[in-house]
């Protein structure tokens, strides 16, 4: 048996050029881990609390409390502990219900190091040892970003995200190739319809591209993956995530740049107008984190017709997750590990969701790090779906590379193509 010799934490920086929490553990085998948390900007007020230090430096995002709260406050309880023991300890180690007082940042580094520690003092990949068999592991279908708005690209769009799925793709390399040529075809249109002046990378490799409308985006899109070759549905499908929460006042949800307040069931309606028109298979926050009656309509609307996924409304909370099942909301879940603080946490969830017939969509936050151990998370915990971005800048490209590495060294199937273009069900 090993246990936990020591904990080192530093102040690390985002792709945003924030500050953000990375540590190290090392076993006393001498196995070692090191993990870095991303942080995100669109993010849900229920989400467990990332500390940030106030004050002048870095705009106040400093996070030299959290990083002094490993070797402080987590160090002293880790110590000593089995890797299996570990993240017991933390969620012991700061009794409000999401870190408010270690800071969610501090507990997810160690939670992250000290699992990936336990991979190498088994010789295994972290995928591998999070699988916790032999069985071939499951490469996620990834959705990957083309346009990008809301809170990640200056508002350019009111929709945050316009992704693609690569629905027909037989393996995982192949949606990758699939995913950059929409991409890099959606570039290549924006510029000749005179957008040259804005054609900015946004905060996940998106084209951030001040468009009139929403639907002109969804447009630009199915272009896209037209001009790329692809059939829209049949081989490259279309996600979005709304993050609603983001253009909620005053109980109207806002479409600032079309300058219309919609109600839960108008907003409701328009997105079915729009997966009436387009092959939407996936569709993300469509209304606010509380709007739970509203949730409930969409459900009912939009549930029979495509995937569902509560990002902010289950903010990979088991709590939450557990209420949406019980009330009939949703009918997937998305998975980001700092909404929860605890890998064992973000674990949980996937359990949870399985049991109920909910799809997992695993994903990374718009404020990443070259880290790519969201990777090897998607492909333990066979989740069927993955979403990190575009398959631009390295931060998001180091989770894809990650996921090319493990189709060719692992034993993996991959989670497409998805018969009729559609999300499959999950299985364990
Ligand atoms: C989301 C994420 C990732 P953020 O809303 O799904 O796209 O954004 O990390 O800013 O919350
Ligand atoms: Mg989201």
Same mark, same amino acid.
């Given at each position: 048996?090993?246990?936990?010799?020591?904990?080192?934490?530093?102040?690390?920086?985002?792709?945003?050029?924030?500050?953000?929490? $990375?540590? =190290? *553990? &090392?076993?006393?085998?001498?196995? /070692?881990?090191? @993990?870095?948390?991303?942080?995100?900007? %669109?993010?849900? !007020?229920?989400?467990?609390?990332?500390?940030?230090?106030?004050?002048?430096?870095?705009?106040?995002?400093?996070?030299?409390?959290?990083?002094?709260?490993?070797?402080?406050?987590? $160090?002293? =309880? *880790? &110590?000593?502990?089995?890797?299996? /023991?570990?993240? @017991?300890?933390?969620?012991?180690?700061? %009794?409000?219900? !999401?870190?408010?007082?270690?800071?969610?940042?501090?507990?997810?580094?160690?939670?992250?190091?000290?699992?990936?520690?336990?991979?190498?003092?088994?010789?295994?990949?972290?995928?591998?040892?999070?699988?916790?068999?032999?069985?071939?592991?499951?490469?996620?279908?990834?959705?990957?970003?083309?346009? %990008?708005?809301?809170?990640?690209?200056?508002?350019?769009?009111?929709?945050?995200?316009?992704?693609?799925?690569?629905?027909?793709?037989?393996?995982?390399?192949?949606?990758?190739?699939?995913?950059?040529?929409?991409?890099?075809?959606?570039?290549?249109?924006?510029?000749?319809?005179?957008?040259?002046?804005?054609?900015?990378?946004?905060?996940?490799?998106?084209?951030?591209?001040?468009?009139?409308?929403?639907?002109?985006?969804?447009?630009?899109?199915?272009?896209?993956?037209?001009?790329?070759?692809?059939?829209?549905?049949?081989?490259?499908?279309?996600?979005?995530?709304?993050?609603?929460?983001?253009?909620?006042?005053?109980?109207?949800?806002?479409?600032?740049?079309?300058?219309?307040?919609?109600?839960?069931?108008?907003?409701?309606?328009?997105?079915?107008?729009?997966?009436?028109?387009?092959?939407?298979?996936?569709?993300?926050?469509?209304?606010?984190?509380?709007?739970?009656?509203?949730?409930?309509?969409?459900?009912?609307?939009?549930?029979?017709?495509?995937?569902?996924?509560?990002?902010?409304?289950?903010?990979?909370?088991?709590?939450?997750?557990?209420?949406?099942?019980?009330?009939?909301?949703?009918?997937?879940?998305?998975?980001?590990?700092?909404?929860?603080?605890?890998?064992?946490?973000?674990?949980?969830?996937?359990?949870?969701?399985?049991?109920?017939?909910?799809?997992?969509?695993?994903?990374?936050?718009?404020?990443?790090?070259?880290?790519?151990?969201?990777?090897?998370?998607?492909?333990?915990?066979?989740?069927?779906?993955?979403?990190?971005?575009?398959?631009?800048?390295?931060?998001?490209?180091?989770?894809?590379?990650?996921?090319?590495?493990?189709?060719?060294?692992?034993?993996?199937?991959?989670?497409?193509?998805?018969?009729?273009?559609?999300?499959?069900?999950?299985?364990?």
């Amino acid at each position: 048996m090993t246990a936990v010799e020591k904990i080192q934490a530093w102040e690390a920086l985002d792709s945003r050029g924030r500050p953000t929490v $990375a540590a =190290r *553990v &090392v076993l006393d085998d001498g196995s /070692e881990g090191v @993990a870095t948390v991303p942080s995100g900007a %669109s993010a849900g !007020s229920h989400e467990a609390h990332e500390l940030r230090d106030g004050g002048s430096r870095y705009a106040g995002r400093g996070v030299r409390t959290a990083v002094a709260n490993i070797t402080a406050v987590l $160090a002293p =309880r *880790v &110590v000593g502990l089995e890797p299996a /023991e570990v993240d @017991a300890a933390l969620a012991a180690a700061d %009794s409000s219900a !999401s870190f408010t007082t270690v800071g969610a940042n501090a507990v997810l580094a160690v939670s992250l190091a000290v699992h990936r520690a336990a991979a190498a003092a088994h010789g295994r990949s972290l995928a591998r040892y999070l699988a916790g068999d032999d069985g071939p592991l499951l490469l996620p279908m990834p959705m990957v970003n083309i346009l %990008s708005g809301g809170a990640h690209a200056g508002g350019a769009l009111d929709i945050q995200d316009f992704l693609a799925i690569p629905v027909g793709a037989a393996s995982f390399a192949e949606a990758i190739e699939w995913s950059g040529a929409v991409r890099d075809t959606a570039t290549r249109i924006a510029l000749a319809r005179g957008y040259g002046q804005a054609v900015l990378v946004a905060d996940e490799g998106g084209l951030g591209l001040p468009l009139e409308t929403n639907h002109a985006a969804l447009e630009l899109l199915i272009d896209a993956i037209e001009a790329a070759g692809y059939t829209p549905g049949a081989q490259v499908a279309i996600a979005i995530d709304v993050a609603a929460t983001q253009f909620l006042r005053d109980g109207r949800y806002r479409f600032a740049r079309e300058d219309r307040d919609l109600t839960s069931e108008q907003l409701v309606a328009e997105v079915g107008d729009w997966c009436d028109r387009f092959p939407i298979v996936s569709v993300e926050d469509v209304l606010a984190e509380d709007d739970w009656d509203g949730w409930r309509y969409a459900t009912e609307v939009l549930g029979p017709r495509v995937e569902l996924v509560g990002d902010d409304l289950f903010v990979t909370s088991p709590r939450l997750l557990g209420r949406g099942i019980g009330d009939g909301v949703a009918n997937s879940v998305l998975v980001k590990v700092n909404q929860n603080g605890l890998v064992s946490g973000a674990t949980d969830v996937i359990a949870l969701a399985r049991s109920a017939g909910y799809r997992t969509v695993v994903s990374a936050r718009s404020g990443e790090t070259e880290d790519s151990w969201l990777s090897d998370l998607s492909v333990g915990w066979r989740a069927g779906q993955i979403k990190v971005g575009s398959t631009h800048r390295s931060e998001r490209t180091a989770k894809w590379n990650r996921l090319l590495e493990l189709e060719a060294c692992e034993d993996t199937v991959f989670a497409g193509p998805w018969p009729d273009g559609r999300p499959v069900k999950e299985t364990a």
